[in-house]
């Protein structure tokens, strides 16, 4: 199985700063990498798709970079309804498998 | 608009088993995939494994090979997840998701959600 992790697992940041969080691969995937946004209680959200296509509906200061083995996600101006737990997940192999998942809680 | 939803929470007791349900709406039931996966009480996201609606095809993880049964309801636009032997390590809030390719391809990524459905064994 790939083994996704991610830093960092939490960090404290305030609304405009810009914020990048990285996810790191156990093998090379390409571009086969998407994130998601989690809120407390509610179903995963898509933000990212194949490493930097930004997904319908979704603001455009959520970006994503990186192929192969390492990715990031940047917020370029974090707004208060960022402050939650953000997961990468690779899509190139059976089982697809996350990362533990980083939060972003306000400072 | 695109909708999955799930059925209620349940509680089970060890060795028992439980059957999720996922009804679609607003969109092609057997045109996308359905993927499930599972998120226990503070922990991170777990995959299971889906299944072509069309066909009735499916692909399950590994680890829950021999305990997932993964089936469809085409005349309901309901797909559905058996997990048996319970354990209590299988308490989870489990989800279905719909694969974001459509005609008969798969992305592997996953969009829209279902709302979640906990389920909790317990003796």
Redesign the interface.
Known sequence: DIQMTQSPSSLSASVGDRVTITCRASQSISS?L?W?QQKVG?????LI?AASSL?SGVPSRFSGSGSGTDFTLTISSLQPEDFTTY?C?Q?YS????????TTVDIK | QVQLVQSGAEVKKPGASVKVSCKASGYTFTGYYV?WVRQAPGQ????MGWINPNSGGT?Y???FQGRVTMTRDTSISTAYMELSRLRSDDTAVY?C?RD?AGGQLL??????????TLVTVSS
């Open positions: 086969y998407n998601y509610k179903a995963p959200k898509v798709y997904q997961y997940q899509s059976i089982p697809f498998t996350f990362g533990p998942g | 993927h991170g996201l777990e995959w692909s993880a590994q680890k989800y998701a974001a992305s592997n990524w996953f969009d829209p959600w279902g709302q979640g």
